[in-house]
């Protein structure tokens, strides 16, 4: 049984910074491919950071420089850091494991998904 619970998410003003953690179980973070997905009100889930099963990393365009994705093997845990965050960075952040093949940047390529934590900035 495979859980993904995240945190860190919070209110922070423009420019501010966030890291948040996904701990998974069920599933190794070294197994392979994992990613953040979030979802602002009103539009589509959108990927926005992942890590390959060759363990390169990818970022949509409007988040690089800015978010960088991570992970702890030890801790099973992988991270989203944010920086120089901007409201349009508002959103429902989640985690996501398990490639299924397709646009990876799409929600319906992941089989797992974690709960969900909330991001806010303003």
């Known amino acids: 049984h495979v859980q993904l619970v995240e945190s860190g998410g919070g209110s922070v003003l423009s420019g501010g910074s966030l890291t948040l953690s996904c701990v998974a179980s069920?599933?190794?973070?070294?197994?392979?491919?994992m990613a953040w997905f979030r979802q602002a009100p009103g539009k589509e889930r959108e990927g926005v950071a992942l890590?390959?099963?060759?363990?390169?990393?990818a970022y949509i365009d409007s988040v690089k420089g800015r978010f960088t994705i991570s992970k702890d093997k030890a801790k099973n845990t992988l991270y989203l850091q944010m920086v120089s965050l901007q409201p349009d960075d508002t959103a429902m952040y989640y985690c996501?494991?398990?490639?299924?093949?397709?646009?990876?940047?799409?929600?319906?390529?992941?089989?797992?998904w974690g709960q969900g934590t909330q991001v806010t900035v303003s």
């Open positions: 069920g599933y190794s973070v070294s197994e392979g491919y």
């Open positions: 890590f390959d099963k060759s363990g390169s990393t």
């Open positions: 996501a494991a398990r490639f299924k093949g397709g646009s990876w940047t799409r929600r319906e390529s992941w089989n797992y």
